[in-house]
């Protein structure tokens, strides 16, 4: 790597043991890179200018401007060709570049990273980063677990009056079973939106913005901003509907006392704004102060709950009998099992539609994902936690009180009879009590049918039951109060639409949306005002279905786009579970109110429309621009328009096979981890006239593509002409792909015969890895000890790009012997069996992951395990570090990789990987390049140019002693490479750079050739374009 003239820098720390990150001074003009001094040059001779503050680094025994893999070099990771902290680009390691010190400087990651992660934790540099430079820090915000933050809330929001006022009622009409069968469909509606809402929620760093962050960051901001639109006007309004509930129990109760204000609709509307300004008041307290109270309506509830478990075993007073109950009776139990329909809504889907919005609430623990100490583990747990208890709850009530209270009772003590009186009929006459004459004229005033108190009146102590949908009520208006106006300052950050973004701003160490919540509170006001909701609640309770089709869909859609990006930890979903639950919303919108579901869809429409026009300038990774990849030629201009993502990164490979059937593991290998994933281009290069060559070109293409549709690849086979090997490839490496669906990584096979091949085509083939690294496009290079091309075993064509004697492994040109096979032919030849068509078993995939290229030396095994046969494969990972710090340095790798959700575990450090190699192994390597040495010895520059000018492939006395270090770390590595993986079923390692022009290519094929000699498994040689290909976020 390049010397780089940094002034003013501390002295160097360069004791030639492993560190993640230290500052090293630089090289006194003419010290060798490798002396054991105070400054030390980088790997290279010539100066370079970093293209950020990047600086160089004593890696792996020697120094290099190479780093490697660190937290920050992904945090806050973005759009694909983003520029990244702490990394050097690519040019920065293979190209010479014009020394500017005025560029470099001291990056914070140095002086605080010991170990390539923060000390203060993963989050803290972000937290630095979003906040004011020079701002004095302030407390931290306040954070809510699983409980307190999600499965209280979600509990309180789902409970309702509905559960203490209509559920006894709906037993009556359904019966026990059917009210079990309306339970568990609604359930099952909520519990599979609760599993998409886990899915998308694990699925990165989920900030604040609840439903409305998912589904944007999942679908992309045309739906994204319109459903969260209509997602907070619906909880606005939804705080009036519980404020109302609320002030009409308190406007009967003054009723029953004789103690109305003014009249009934005018208490209701005074005491609902007098409520909902006290909400607002523990809203604005803070957090903290709102989930306190959270918790007392949820306490006030569990013992309302438990009052009336208790109701039902005490035995039952005669004016409690009057009324209907009469304790456990089995015959109760029979009779009121089977359903019993009255009246107009006697009829399941009736019933169902009236019970479904109670088994709604499910979103208000991720509404407040902002607060919430880890959302991705927060938001699944007690969002389904809140389900099964709530759910538990419904059924237990349901049983319980079929199975005390007959369906009509008169009240009327007068009623009791001598068991088996003549002309009493029902179930009550066998307990002493005769509701005969008003059963049949209709007109009992209590019993399940006809009391919605009956619980009040089952219970122990019946103004408990009241404080219960005291709380039900208040805590449901209390968690819409604060879910609109989170939600709503999300989509106001987002400035998706006009007019809106005044609302955005945020006060205080929780960034509290004050404007919002004034808004949210006179948009109840006003609808409290009205006093007439019985309109505007059903267009209400399809805003929130509405949310759950689109949650699930999104789930679905994330999930069918197949995108690497998509790696949730919640792993308990399935894509057609998603999928249903999104249609069973839609359906049950029209069941409930079908003039609501129209009115709820033609705004969604319209909001979508305004987005659609306006092109909102946000990159979100959306599942909707994963799918256009995989959309067909017709939509490949309107694939132009999206946006790349790291989420949505795919391996699209630009593959040097040759004719395809010569190379068939070469291609077996990428069409395993590109199948239904990416793009696969099989690229030929025909040297020769271009006249001579088209008419072939034309011919053969056909035929290989059939090739590979037989041998069940899915790749495209493009070739070119050119007069030599190298130019060829750069047209292909220029001119292949289409639009966004262009390759950016080059994979070759290894050139085996480098030694004995002509200087001109050892110098072509390094040369077109520094082509590729131009273009800046990975490099994927394969070794196998058996070799790759199989030509000579087909004898169906001779490629003569090399020379004769040679092996030609590298997978590019070719030239067409006399008689050539036509497409038919090729297409129908027997097929060579490769070791990528075979099951690996309980092998290992092991990954030397040396230096951080962005992560695509991670994320090719990781596809490759995604495989079924390679499913079974243990990956490894093996980084560098120190003897003395290798617990450290393993948790850092470790934190880190977990945070990829790629599955790996098994992370082992390397604390040797900086002894000398072995003397016979050194020896080795030095009789290796020895045919390549101009042994200049002692002579002068002018000398040794003249020298270079005719062979600039060889290797100076010069360049062998500023890159010993360098050298001999490949040999180590080599000893390293058969001691822990001759057993594994694939090596994944990320190689060395040579730095262009100033490397020769003898030397780099010797290192190469060090590097993965003597190895029984395939080994790919990984190097990234230094872009970030992985990201822990969820934007």
């Not at 293979?94 to 989050?123: C, F, M, W, Y």
């Not at 407390?139 to 677990?145: D, H, K, T, W």
């Not at 290519?1001 to 190469?1008: E, H, I, K, R």
Request: with cysteine; proline share 6%.
């Amino acid at each position: 790597m390049a010397e780089l003239p940094i002034p003013d820098l501390p002295p160097a720390r360069c004791s030639g043991r492993f560190t993640i990150s230290t500052f090293l001074g630089m090289e006194e003009g003419g010290r060798g890179p490798y002396t054991p001094t105070e400054g030390s040059s980088c790997d290279s001779v010539q100066p370079t200018q970093l293209s950020s503050s990047t600086l160089c680094t004593r890696t792996f025994g020697y120094n290099t401007v190479d780093v490697v893999p660190a937290y920050e070099h992904y945090a806050n990771s973005k759009g694909v060709g983003d520029p990244r902290k702490g990394r050097p680009s690519l040019a920065d390691l293979h190209s010479i570049l014009k020394p500017d010190p005025g560029r470099l400087r001291t990056p914070v990651s140095d002086l605080q990273h010991s170990n390539g992660l923060p000390e203060a934790g993963p989050e803290a540099g972000l937290e630095e980063a979003e906040g004011e430079p020079g701002r004095d820090s302030e407390p931290e915000p306040v954070r809510f677990g699983w409980v307190k933050g999600v499965m209280i809330r979600c509990m309180l929001n789902i409970w309702g009056v509905i559960l203490y006022l209509r559920l006894p009622w709906i037993t009556a009409q359904a019966g026990i079973a059917l009210t079990w069968l309306i339970i568990l469909m609604s359930v099952t509606v909520t519990t599979i939106t609760g599993l998409s809402i886990s899915a998308i929620s694990t699925n990165g760093k989920v900030k604040s913005g609840g439903t409305y962050f998912l589904i944007s960051r999942s679908l992309g901001p045309e739906l994204g901003g319109s459903i969260g639109l209509i997602f907070a006007f619906a909880n606005a309004v939804a705080v009036a509907m519980h404020t109302v509930g609320f002030a009409e129990t308190v406007r009967d109760l003054l009723q029953e006392h004789n103690s109305l204000i003014v009249d009934p609709t005018n208490d209701i509307r005074i005491i609902g704004v007098i409520t909902v300004t006290v909400l607002l008041g523990i809203s604005l307290a803070g957090m903290e102060w709102e989930a306190k109270a959270q918790i007392l309506f949820f306490l006030v509830i569990l013992v309302s709950f438990i009052n009336y478990l208790v109701g039902t075993v005490i035995p039952a007073t005669a004016e409690k009998q009057a009324k209907g109950f009469f304790s456990y009776r089995a015959d109760i139990f029979a009779q009121n099992f089977v359903p019993n329909w009255r009246g107009p809504e006697g009829s399941f889907f009736g019933l169902f539609s009236i019970f479904f919005p109670s088994a709604t609430g499910i979103l208000a623990g991720a509404n407040i994902s902002g607060d919430l100490k880890d959302p991705a583990v927060a938001i699944p747990k007690g969002t389904l936690m809140a389900i099964f208890w709530t759910t538990m709850s419904y059924l237990v009530l349901s049983a319980t009180i079929g199975a005390c209270v007959v369906r009509d009772a008169s009240g009327s003590l007068n009623d009791s009879v001598a068991v088996g009186s003549p002309g009493c009929e029902g179930l009550a006459c066998s307990f002493g009590w005769n509701f005969t004459a008003c059963a049949q004229q209709q007109s009992c005033r209590y019993g399940l049918s006809n009391y919605y108190q009956s619980m009040s009146m089952v219970s122990g102590f019946g103004p408990l039951i009241t404080a219960g949908i005291f709380g039900a009520t208040l805590s449901s208006a209390l968690a819409c109060l604060v879910s609109a106006p989170k939600v709503f300052q999300c989509l106001c950050k987002d400035q998706l639409y006009p007019l809106i973004g005044f609302f955005g701003k945020g006060y205080g160490r929780n960034s509290e949306p004050i404007r919002g919540y004034m808004l949210t509170y006179v948009i109840a006001v006003g609808f409290i005002l009205i006093a007439e909701l019985n309109a505007i609640a059903p267009i209400i309770s399809n805003f929130f279905l509405c949310s759950y089709a689109l949650i699930n869909f999104s789930c679905f859609h994330a999930s069918i786009t197949n995108s690497p990006g998509w790696r949730p930890s919640f792993r308990y979903y399935s894509k057609w579970a998603a999928l249903f639950g999104a249609a069973v919303s839609v359906v049950i919108m029209f069941l409930l109110t079908w003039w609501a579901a129209l009115i709820a869809f033609g705004i969604v429409i319209f909001l979508l429309g305004y987005v659609l026009y306006k092109k909102p300038d946000v990159n979100w990774g959306s599942s909707m621009q994963a799918s256009s990849y995989n959309m067909a030629l017709n939509y490949s201009v309107g694939l132009s328009e999206v946006d790349e993502h790291i989420k949505n990164y795919r391996p699209q490979c630009l593959v040097l096979t040759g004719p395809p059937n010569f190379r068939p593991a070469l291609v077996d290998f990428v069409g395993t981890f590109t199948k239904n994933l990416s793009l696969m281009l099989c690229g030929n290069v025909l040297i020769g006239p271009w006249k001579q060559k088209m008419p072939e070109s034309w011919l053969m293409a056909d035929g290989h593509t059939k090739w590979l549709m037989k041998r069940k690849i899915k790749a495209f086979y493009t070739d070119v002409v050119a007069e030599d090997l190298r130019s060829g490839v750069q047209m292909l490496i220029q001119a292949a792909g289409l639009g966004k669906m262009r390759p950016n990584i080059l994979v070759l096979g290894y050139k085996r015969n480098w030694r004995t091949a002509s200087p001109q085509s050892l110098e072509d083939y390094v040369g077109i890895l520094h082509d590729a690294f131009d273009f800046k496009y990975g490099v994927c290079l394969m070794r196998m000890k058996e070799g790759l091309n199989v030509s000579r075993v087909l004898q169906a064509h001779v490629n003569p790009t090399f020379e004769a004697a040679e092996h030609p492994e590298n997978g590019t040109g070719s030239r067409t012997a006399p008689g050539t096979v036509d497409p038919t032919t090729l297409a129908s030849e027997q097929q060579a069996s490769t070791i990528f068509q075979s099951k690996q078993g309980k092998k290992t995939i092991d990954i030397y992951w040396l230096f951080d290229d962005g992560g695509l030396t991670l994320l090719i095994p990781y596809l490759l395990g995604r495989k079924k046969r390679w499913g079974k494969c243990k990956i490894r990972v093996f980084v560098g570090g120190q003897i003395n710090r290798m617990d450290e340095e393993r948790k850092a790798i470790v934190s880190l990789l977990s945070k990829f959700r790629l599955g790996f575990h098994e992370v082992h450090i390397l604390p040797d990987i900086n002894q000398k190699p072995r003397p016979e192994h050194i020896k080795r390597f030095d009789e290796l390049i020895a045919p390549f040495r101009l042994n200049d010895g002692f002579k002068d520059e002018a000398t040794v140019n003249e020298m270079r000018q005719g062979c600039p492939w060889k290797i100076s006395d010069e360049e062998v002693d500023k890159n010993r270090a360098k050298s001999l770390r490949q040999v180590r590595l080599n000893e390293i490479l058969r001691d822990y993986s001759r057993d594994a079923a694939l090596i994944a390692i990320t190689p060395p750079i040579g730095r262009k022009g100033r490397c020769p290519s003898s030397l780099y094929m010797a290192w190469l050739e060090t590097l993965s000699q003597d190895l029984r498994p395939p080994i790919i040689l990984t190097r990234g374009n230094q872009e970030n290909v992985l990201t822990f976020y969820c934007q």
